[in-house]
């Protein structure tokens, strides 16, 4: 099944009981609102389908897994309804993940910016490949990793989500992801990371869902209330980039790349 969507897509395909959810986005795998609201969507329904046993999330390309919000949406929203109503397509897919009884494997080849690194974040187990360097650059848009910060820290700690968060013009390695957590596996290779995917995958494919069911909910005990937390930090990141700050370097940013 491939939901199209202009100049993306979201493609969700089933063998075995390993479910692959696909998005593309030509601007380096970036998130307008209709892409994350498939992808909340189509995870949801994997959620409650039965065949489902494990679900692989990944993105195309070779050098960008995601490169977060798309700018072309920012510069569109013109209230704090219209802002808070965006972001909170992030805290959907979030939450998405966090209540699916599967677990969630991310396929990691590139690049993760911001609500990549969210993505990441809250899938249940990463496995990357060298080259996926991440940087949370929300700070230096004018607004903060608000939506996405609890999955961050829930995966990384207080200190280095900070770290991330405070200097937002810094890309961090990959190994440096994989020793704070955010990637549970570190490969030299595309290839490399192929294998292990599908490893791990059919494995868990066999796995007694039950088990896995329970396993996932202790993994995640203790985030409850994240409907209501990340609805309200949508509408704190919805408020601030309506500000002149976001609004300029915004427009820097778009001319930069035309130039």
Known sequence: MIEEIKDGYVKVEREHGIVTIEFHHPQSNSLPGKILDALAKDIHAESINPETKVIILRSTGDK?????ASFDELTSIKN?????????GFANVINAMRKAPQLIIARVHG?????GVGLAAAADYAIACEGAEVKLSELSV????????PAVERK???SSFSQLTIDANLWRPADWARRKGLFAELHNDIAGMDDSITRLSTALSKSNPE???????TFWQGTEHWDDLLKERA?????LILSDYSK???AKFKAKQKA
């Open 80 to 88: 704090e309804t219209e802002g808070a109503k965006f972001f909170s």
């Open 211 to 217: 088990a896995m069911k329970e396993l996932k909910k």
């Open 142 to 149: 004018g607004i903060g990793p608000f939506v996405v910060g």
């Open 248 to 250: 300029n370097f915004i």
């Open 111 to 115: 690049k993760c910016v911001g609500g």
């Open 156 to 158: 990384l700690g207080l």
């Open 235 to 239: 509408a704190i990141s919805g408020r």
């Open 64 to 68: 960008v897994f995601c490169s977060g």
